[in-house]
T-cell receptor, first 116, second 112 residues
């Protein structure tokens, strides 16, 4: 099925460990982004990419790295996990950012991360 | 910082009633979007309204946009129990660089 696939769905990390959250889309979307969702906070943008090889920081980038080597994949790396990174992480993609051709974002089902 | 701010934070209604949620924002925009999130799930795009549009319909959804007041409303007519979810508005703050900013959402509960 077409869409945005995130793995894993659940993860528990110890403080200081590193890991990579995977995100893949098969819709040939140029734009991809990572958000975190915390209770009562809505979604906050971590990093985003407007195409392969191009990434930029969002609102809360500290502690996270991204790269975009292909159109399909946009992994998010936690460098040294901290309890403050306990959250639900969502990946999203969009066909176009051009206002006339922006039809909204497709979200993955999320990764629930707990750092102990 | 949050761009869109939804109001009310929580809304509880009976099936068959209409539900209205409001969103206010602070900057110019290219478009405003509404999303639904069922408990424990990802966000689902509902509707996008461009800055030069004033009203848009999609099924039982009606969205209005008032750029002079920097506000939008989402109306769900004839609500169903299945409409129970959190609803978020999001804007691009006038940028095409890829940033989409979300509010904290309205939790809608529709009782059978």
């Amino acid at each position: 099925n077409a869409g945005v696939t995130q793995t894993p769905k659940f993860q528990v990390l110890k403080t200081g460990q590193s890991m990579t959250l995977q995100c893949a889309q098969d819709m040939n979307h140029e734009y991809m982004s990572w958000y975190r969702q915390d209770p009562g906070m809505g979604l906050r943008l971590i990093h985003y990419s407007v195409g392969a090889g191009i990434t930029d920081q969002g609102e809360v980038p500290n502690g996270y790295n991204v790269s975009r080597s292909t159109t399909e994949d946009f992994p998010l790396r936690l460098l040294s996990a901290a309890p403050s990174q306990t959250s639900v992480y969502f990946c999203a993609s969009s066909y176009s950012l051009t206002p006339a051709y922006n039809y909204g974002y497709t979200f993955g089902s999320g990764t629930r991360l707990t750092v102990v | 910082s949050q761009q869109g701010e939804e109001d009310p934070q929580a809304l509880s209604i009976q099936e068959g009633e209409n539900a209205t949620m409001n969103c206010s924002y602070k900057t110019s925009i290219n478009n405003l979007q509404w999303y639904r999130q069922n408990s424990g799930r990802g966000l689902v795009h509902l509707i996008l309204i461009r800055s030069n549009e004033r009203e848009k319909h999609s099924g039982r959804l009606r969205v209005t946009l008032d750029t002079s007041k920097k506000s939008s409303s989402l109306l769900i007519t004839a609500s169903r129990a299945a409409d129970t979810a959190s609803y978020f508005c999001a804007t691009d703050r006038g940028s095409t660089l890829g940033r989409l900013y979300f509010g904290r959402g309205t939790q809608l509960t529709v009782w059978p």
